[in-house]
């Protein structure tokens, strides 16, 4: 028994020593050397969550059945190891950050944590400290509580952390001479970076990229606007590349970028007002319906790869399910660690919109499905593009020729010769 205890002991001193050392980076990443931008209270309360919930589990551990306290460090372990993985991963995509050591600090804690979560219930599963029937109870319902926990808690914490914690890589060059550095704010105050061609043919699209990248994701769609005379202006969203901000992949927030990035066009005096559309990217994709729904500046949109970016958009499209717990903690914990709240949902805006609309879905079903309730329930000029076989706002390599086509046509139609999209009839069908 002695010897239990002491073994005991000795994992509640690992558990609270590293659940420290991940509360610790979670501090300095919320607070000691936060973001650019970034005020003092936007984390205040994930760092406040994190610090009372390290803290009742240091208190229960030692108290706990072996299986609950191996839950508990792998709960703690998983997370910490995903946000430590992103600051390694920054490392090798650019110069370390101040908050990279205690990021790499944290990923060392997570493994230890996922060791001791591995190996406690075989270590210690010879415990006596209950009886028969109680220890065959809690063995019972040691897997269906595993399984609940791993749903409920452990897979929607981490996915909020992989998504408000992607590090920044390094931008390079513009993609010719012919693009200008540009900055300028958002509209809460945030300092935007990016890329900016004067146009050849009098339209300009702004471009937005996609949740996880930067401005570089969508160098290929300026390319082939600039290849037909269009200006474009290409920037990273705030917590992205070289821009001011915390990354929020689902795009919170990013319509104040967006809003920001039209006030920039509409101050230059080589941009006709008349003639500004713009073309996004998933994410980007989504700020570019948002936009367009409450201004009627941008005369034209194409958003390729717009599907949901909240728990609304979510249950709009697939229902009340088994898997929306999961997503609504997922959101939830988002909300917590970007400091943000969540967009409008997207069905409501689209019919909103004024403008014609270019929407392009492609690989998973899902996002055919949502592009199609879309293109149901909006009430300007719209066309549905479908591509099956191409990857998630992949059709720009996976199917170029035709994709150049289809989106130049439509800006031609809609900001050059102001025609709009005659192919569609009463906004609501879907072209061949």
């Known amino acids: 028994m002695l010897i239990d205890q002491r073994s005991r002991t000795r994992d509640a001193l690992i558990f609270t020593v590293a ?82 050591l205690t990021g790499v600090l944290a990923l060392v804690a997570g493994v230890v944590l996922i060791a001791l979560g591995a190996t406690l219930p075989w270590r210690r599963r010879h415990e006596r400290s209950a009886s028969r029937g109680r220890r065959w109870t809690a063995r019972g319902l040691a897997v269906p509580g595993a399984a609940a926990v791993a749903a409920l808690v452990v897979l929607p914490v981490t996915l909020a952390v992989f998504e408000t914690h992607k590090p920044r890589e390094r931008i390079g060059a513009p993609p010719t001479a012919a693009y200008q550095l540009v900055s300028f704010p958002s509209t809460d105050g945030l300092r935007l970076s990016g890329w900016y061609r004067p146009s050849r043919n009098g339209a300009t699209i702004l471009v937005v990229h996609g949740g996880g990248g930067d401005r570089t994701g969508a160098v290929a769609q300026a390319r082939l606007l600039d290849r037909h005379g269009y200006g474009v202006l290409l920037y990273d969203a705030r917590g992205r590349g070289e821009s001011e901000g915390s990354p929020n992949s689902y795009g919170w927030d990013w319509e104040k970028d967006a809003a920001g990035a039209l006030a920039f066009l509409h101050a230059r005096a080589d941009v006709d007002d008349t003639r500004i559309g713009a073309l996004g990217l998933s994410s980007g994709a989504d700020t570019a319906i948002d936009v367009a729904a409450t201004r009627r500046d941008v005369r034209a949109v194409v958003a390729d790869g717009a599907a949901l970016r909240t728990l609304e958009d979510t249950t709009r499209l697939e229902g009340t399910n088994a898997g929306t717990p999961t997503a609504w903690v997922m959101f939830k914990a988002i909300e917590a660690m970007s400091g943000s709240r969540p967009s409008r ?38 066309e549905h593009w479908n591509l099956p076989d191409a990857p998630h706002t992949g059709a720009v390599r996976s199917h170029r020729a035709q994709y150049e086509r289809r989106v130049t046509a439509f800006f031609d139609r809609a900001l050059l010769t102001g025609a709009g999209a005659p192919s569609v009839s009463a906004g609501r069908g879907v072209p061949r």
């Open 19 to 100: 659940v420290l050392v991940a509360v610790v980076h979670a501090l300095d990443d919320a607070f000691l050397h936060r973001q650019a931008g970034v005020d003092l209270g936007q984390h205040a309360l994930a760092g406040l969550i994190a610090v009372l919930a390290a803290a009742a589990a240091i208190v229960a551990f030692p108290r706990l059945r072996p299986g609950l306290r191996a839950t508990l460090a792998l709960t703690f372990g998983v997370p910490a190891l995903v946000n430590g993985a992103m600051h390694v991963a920054h490392i090798k995509f650019d110069a370390p950050a101040a908050s990279d």
């Open 345 to 382: 949902p997207l069905e409501a805006l689209v019919a909103r919109i004024t403008s014609p609309l270019l929407l392009i879905s492609a690989g998973t079903k899902y996002e055919k499905q949502a592009n199609e309730r879309f293109a149901a329930v909006a009430t300007a000029p719209v």
